[in-house]
C-alpha cells in the first residue's frame, strides 16, 4: 500500500484522520484546522505515500488538507465558500486549477533522444545513449491534476471562510510558538546526534545524508523535507513569538522575551545563513514598526517575487554584483550561487519552447543532452520549477493567488477611517511575505502557507465588507479590530452621552 518507508509510516497515515477527527471534537473549529495541517507538516512521514491509480497520492499533504476538510464540513454542516469576491481573485484561482490540465493536453508528445537531425536527414544514433526518452503526458492525467491542484488549495478554501479573524490569525501565532517548543527538543537532540528520528520511526532517510552536515556539525531535519524547511519553520516561530511579546500585558514581556529567545536559538541551531539573516532582519521590523508599515512592506515584498522572472529575463536583477557580495562573504557560497543562477539560466531558456503552459512533469522541464538523454540541471525553488512545469501563466497563477492577500489587505489599510490593523495580523502577513522570498531559494511552499495566505485573504475580504457607517463613525474604537466592527454594523447606533465642562 505504500511506496516507501515501514509500517509505522503507513499506520501514521492511515491514522491521521481520526487525530484530526478528535482535534474536531477536543478543539474549536479554528484551533482544530490550525493543527490538522500544522500537526501532519510537523509529524507525517516524508515521501511516504499511498497510491491508487487515477487519483492523486494520498500522503503528509493531501491526507491532513482532507481529513481537515471533512472535519470542517461534519462541524459547520455547510461547505465552506470556495470563491474569492475579487474578479481578480477567482480569475486567478480559476487559472491555477485548470492550467496544470493543459500543461498536460499540450505535452502528449514524448521527447526522445539520441536523435541528430542535419537537413532533411535524421539520423539515430544509440552509442552514447543513457536515456532513449522521456515519457508524454497522458490525457487522464489531465483530471489528475485539476484533483490535485483543488487538494493543494484546501487549506485556502477553509482557512479564507474560517480564519478571517484577528483572533483567529492570533491562534496561528500561538500554534507556531507551541509547535516550535514541541520541536525543540528533537531539533537539539538531531544536532547533537545527527538526524536519526525520521529513519529511525519511519524506516528511511528523507534526504541525501549528506545535506545534513553543515560546519563541523548537523543540522535538524526531524520529519521535515530538509534542513532548510526546518530553518525556515524556526524562522516562523520566531516571528510568532516576537509578535506575542509586542501584544503581551507588561507582566508577561520577561516570559514572551525568554520564549522569543528561545525561538530565536532554534534559528541559531538549524545553521541556515538565510533563515537567520531573515530573522536579524525582519524580526526587529515587527518589533518597531506599525502594522501599516509591515503591510505596505508586505505589499512591495509580495509584487518584487511576482515579477521576479520578468526582471530575470530583463537582465534587472544584479547577478554580478549578488555574486561579488557572496563571494567577499564566503567563496564557497557564491560558487553554490553561481551555479544555482546557470541552471536557472538553462531552465528559462528551456521554457521558452513552451512559455504559457510549460513542460509538465517527468522531469520534461530540465534541459537534456540530446544524444545522450542526460541532465545535470538540478533547480531548487518554486519559482523556476513552476514555470518549468506550467509556464509563466502557471507561474502568475500560484504566486498571484499568495500575493493577493497582501495586496488586498495593504489596499483596504490604506482606505480612509479604516480600524488599525492589529499586529497579529500584520505579523502574519510578514510570516506569508518572507515565505514568498524564501520560494526563489527553496521550495518552502508547505500546506501552512496556503493556509496563513487563505487566511489573511479572508480577513482583507471581511474589511471590504465592512459598511461604511461602521468606518466613519466619529466614536468608532481606534483600537476596534474589523471583527468587532462586523458585528456591531447591524445594531443601532447609540447616542452618545454628552461631557460636561466644569469652568
Known sequence: MINIGNNIALLALLTWPLVVFFLFRALTVERALIWSILGGYMLLPQLSEINLPGIPAFNKETIPNLAAFAGCLLVLGRLPSLLPESRIGRFLLALFLISPSITV????????????????????????????????????????????????????????????????????????????????????????????????????????FIQAIRDGGYRPFVFMPHGLWVAFFAFMCTMAAAALFRMSEPAQKGRMLLLMAMMAGLVVICKTLGALMMTVVFVPILLVLRPRVHLALSALIATTVLIYPALRGAGLVPVEALLARAAAFNPERAASLGYRFANEDLVLAHV???????????????????????????????????????????????????????????????????????VAVSAVALILAVNMIDLVPNDTLIPFTWLIAGALLGYAEALARAPKAVRMHPLSPRRQSLPAAEATAGEPEKTPPKRRTIL
Open 105 to 208: 493536453l499540450t505535452n502528449l508528445e514524448p521527447m526522445q533522444f539520441g536523435i541528430i537531425s542535419a537537413g532533411s536527414t535524421v539520423v539515430y544514433d544509440p552509442s552514447n545513449l543513457e536515456r532513449a526518452m522521456l515519457p508524454g503526458l497522458r490525457p487522464y492525467d489531465a483530471v489528475s491534476s485539476l484533483a490535485n491542484q483543488l487538494l493543494v488549495m484546501l487549506p485556502f478554501f477553509l482557512a479564507r471562510s474560517l480564519l478571517y479573524t484577528a483572533e483567529a490569525l492570533r491562534e496561528v501565532l500561538v500554534a507556531l510558538v507551541i509547535a516550535g517548543l514541541i520541536y525543540a527538543l528533537p531539533m537539539l537532540f538531531e544536532v547533537r546526534f545527527s538526524p536519526q528520528l525520521h529513519t529511525w520511526l519511519y524506516g528511511f532517510f528523507q534526504h541525501d
Open 352 to 422: 521558452e519552447q513552451k512559455m504559457l503552459f510549460g513542460w509538465g512533469g517527468w522531469g520534461r522541464f530540465m534541459p537534456h543532452n540530446p544524444l545522450t538523454g542526460t541532465s545535470e540541471v538540478v533547480v531548487d525553488g518554486t519559482w523556476i520549477i513552476t514555470i518549468g512545469q506550467s509556464g509563466w501563466l502557471g507561474y502568475l497563477a500560484l504566486f498571484g493567488l499568495l500575493a493577493l492577500p497582501l495586496l488586498t489587505l495593504w489596499r483596504q489599510a490604506r482606505k480612509p477611517l479604516t480600524p488599525p490593523v492589529p
